[in-house]
């Protein structure tokens, strides 16, 4: 079921770096949130401390609060396993688990989460999760080949059914298409209008396009100089934002003016 996030006052460290300040905002659920800005300015690091991703980099660390549906993800004795199986992440570079086949690759998180499960139960969310992520007709006949040897865009494909198959409540997209051609970039983008009616999708993305065609809300992120944290400018209506947006530092990035 998606969820509200609501993050108040993040800070994200990386050692003594502070790499973002000070953010604020809310996620709206069943709905697509892009996240756009310069390079540097935390887009992805912002994205990981929201599934607690983040504090994997030794050293790294968050204050602040991640609210999802009232409860902190980063509360005392939260386990950060189980907030990554309720918000699921899709990365830049497909990565399907290489030898393991398509079938595989997608009933790999619920081998890890689930007690025992009965094969054909297996069989069946395997291929609910290929048809969620518009799939299914093009791997029915070869599940059991590896993942490793579909098309790329068919590879990230795969790897948003292995997302979805433990079925999150929120998906994190770290640049989903940039390592595709148009014709799987269209496909991503598709799949990803059709599960925003059961999932809240964070997506980041350089792609100013992308961001006005798929998301309902955008933020953009920006940094005042090398070694200062990156801050989130403002987040409204992606048609507001790429229209008349508040600040004259959006408006100067969305016109292509830096970054
Ligand atoms: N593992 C790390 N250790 C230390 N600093 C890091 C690490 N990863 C990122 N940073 C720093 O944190 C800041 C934000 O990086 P991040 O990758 O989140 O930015 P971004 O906006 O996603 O950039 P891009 O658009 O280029 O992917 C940068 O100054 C970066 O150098």
Sequence with gaps: MAKHIEVRDLNIYYGSFRAVRDVSMTIHPCAITALIGPSGCGKSTYLRALNRMHELVPAARVEGEVVMDDQDL??????????????????????????????DNVAAGLRLNHRRMRKSEMDDIVEESLRGANLWEEVKDRLDKPGSGLSGGQQQRLCIARAIAVKPDVLLMDEPCSALDPISTHAIEDLMAGLKENYTIVIVTHNMQQAARVSNYTGFFNIGGTGEPGELVEIDETPKIFSTPAHTSTEEYISGRFG
Excluded: I, L
Excluded at 90 to 101: D, Y
């Design 74 to 103: 980063y509360a005392p004795g939260m386990d950060p396993v189980e907030v990554r199986k309720h918000v699921g992440m899709v990365f830049q570079r497909p990565n399907p688990f290489p030898t393991m086949s398509v079938y």
